[in-house]
């Protein structure tokens, strides 16, 4: 069964960045497309990018294109969401996700 952990959140001002990884501690992530998203307090899960296996095709939600980059390192068992330009309304928790598998998250907070 696969184990995912998230990390790199925190407290960020706005325009700011922050890199996030996901990483299987059991289990390889190879097999799977990854997805990240994201939930904002009192609001629904909304998916925010993914990545193929290989890491070749990606895709990302409207409100982040530009400013948020997905790739993976297979070697090292991770997948990285590097955002940048952050603004007030990316403030969540952030969720990898590999099949039916989730991470525990990570809180991202954009604010002055």
């Known amino acids: 069964q696969l184990q995912l952990m998230e990390s790199g959140g925190g407290l960020v001002q706005p325009g700011g960045s922050l890199r996030l990884s996901c990483v299987a501690s059991r289990g390889t992530l190879d097999a799977y497309a990854i997805g990240w998203f994201r939930q904002a307090p009192g609001k629904g899960r909304e998916g925010v990018s993914c990545?193929?296996?290989?890491?070749?095709?990606?895709q990302y939600a409207p409100s982040v294109k530009d400013r948020f980059t997905i790739f993976r390192d297979n070697a090292k068992n991770t997948v990285y969401l590097q955002m940048n330009n952050l603004k007030p309304e990316d403030t969540a928790v952030y969720y990898c996700r590999a099949g039916l598998f989730w991470g525990q998250g990570t809180q991202v907070t954009v604010s002055s």
């Open positions: 990545i193929s296996k290989s890491g070749g095709n990606t």
